[in-house]
């Protein structure tokens, strides 16, 4: 799907605050509400907006640990096997496959470090893991959504 810029002024305007009325983004772009809702559907239909959600600061909700951690796998294993193993982990909260010498990476949230430590005990104990390497986050310097690149 091809983006015009009014599709990526109304996506960037969603990704800060998704809880904007039709009629506001119009506003904001120089449209009618209708014709915003319009494009917001057809944005939905194509697939470039999958949903609409919250940003959380997962410290006040509780996780003061956060950590990457990387898997390496024995022999040749599946995306979808590892997707599938650490997909039981509500900690595991991104999940992808990466070039280099690991197979995976993960970015888990937990309690504390105890927390941290149980969760990474349990995905090392997956049957397909050959060894983790994990660093824990001190400070986090840039969290940015996702939204079109720029034209």
Known sequence: ??????????????????????????ERVGLSASAVKRRVDRLRAAGAITGFTVRLDPGVLGWTVEGYVELYCANSTAPAAIRAAVDRFPEVVDASTVSGDADAVLRILATDMRHFEQVLEQI?????????????VLSPLLRRPSTPPPH
């Open 1 to 26: 799907m091809q983006l015009d810029r009014l599709d990526s002024d109304i996506i960037a305007l969603l990704v800060e605050d998704a809880r904007r009325s039709y009629a506001e983004l119009g």
């Open 124 to 136: 090392g104990a997956q049957p397909f893991v050959a060894r983790t390497k994990s660093v824990l």
